[in-house]
């Protein structure tokens, strides 16, 4: 038998990640879906479309991590082995807008599910491992740079403040009740299919519709905040790895470098051969409350251990997005002349 994997948050950037690598390496994976008015699934819809999709090892459930009884449904028709929580409402500004949403669903879901998981493992004898994706966010007004594992969290959004608090229960779970359950903190993750309000793909979608003649400006907020960036698809990885280990632990996944958001918007021009600064205002609205300024990971333990280390660099994560934003421009371009 196949080994199965359920993934909360598999319609994301990182779900769908993740359920390439894993289908790759024979898992059957399941995946829980929101019910809504529309498909959301169109970052999976390469391995599986629609509901009765096509490829025989992914299936997809609808169930919510405001739901319990949902949850517990569902573990109950997979019978995982191994569950990964990646779902969330994961945009840091807009959690300023929606913290009770955004600690509902990022922080007491993470409970919710964990508290699902003990009640299925005691009552059909299973051992079901558990990954928590956690965030660079939760380290916000770090004491010491690079943050590592004991870095101690200083969280500055509701956001950040949801995701502390399920790093927590899941250690106290793993710690209480003896459940495999892992935490990876993972600094920023980008790549061709991440969401268009966070800061890099509206870069490079909003840079390549100006390169086209779609668009006329850019309008974006703190330019001089600076992050530890990745490619999410060697992200998805270590988070495999994490659950393969004999015992449970937590790991920071980091590049070890920082670039900044002016930086970032830089190079996308450079690849596009545009002058940015003759397209893009600045927008105070568009800035945090409380910023971080700066995070940087030492992955060290992660190299270490799991034997992980990033293979895309800050270089080729931009011309990456850029070239994949440019087509979807260009197909835009192309559908609308028509």
Known sequence: MPRRALITGITGQDGSYLAELL?????EVHGIVRRTSSFATGRIEHLHKGY??????????YGDLGDSGSLRRVLAQVMPDEVYNLAAQSHVRVSFEQPEYTVEVTGL????LLEAIRDHNRRFNTSVRFYQAGSSEMFGHASETPQRETTPFHPRSP?????????????????????????????????????ENFVTRKITRGL??????LQKRLTLGNLDARRDWGFAGDYVEAMWLMMQQEKPDDFVIATGETHSVREFLELASERLKLDWRKYVDFDPRLTRPSEVNELCGDASKARQILKWKPKVNFQ???EMMVDADLELAQQELKAKTR
């Open 52 to 61: 009765d999709g096509d490829h025989p090892n992914l299936k997809l459930h």
């Open 109 to 112: 879901g993470a409970l919710r």
């Open 159 to 195: 956001y950040a403040c949801a995701k502390a608090f399920a790093f927590w229960q899941t250690v106290n779970y793993r710690e209480a009740y003896g459940l495999f359950a892992v935490n990876g903190i993972l600094f920023n993750h980008e790549s061709p299919r991440r969401g």
């Open 316 to 318: 080729q994560l931009v």
């Open 23 to 27: 289908l790759s390496k024979g898992y």
């Open 208 to 213: 390549t519709r100006i390169k086209v003649g």
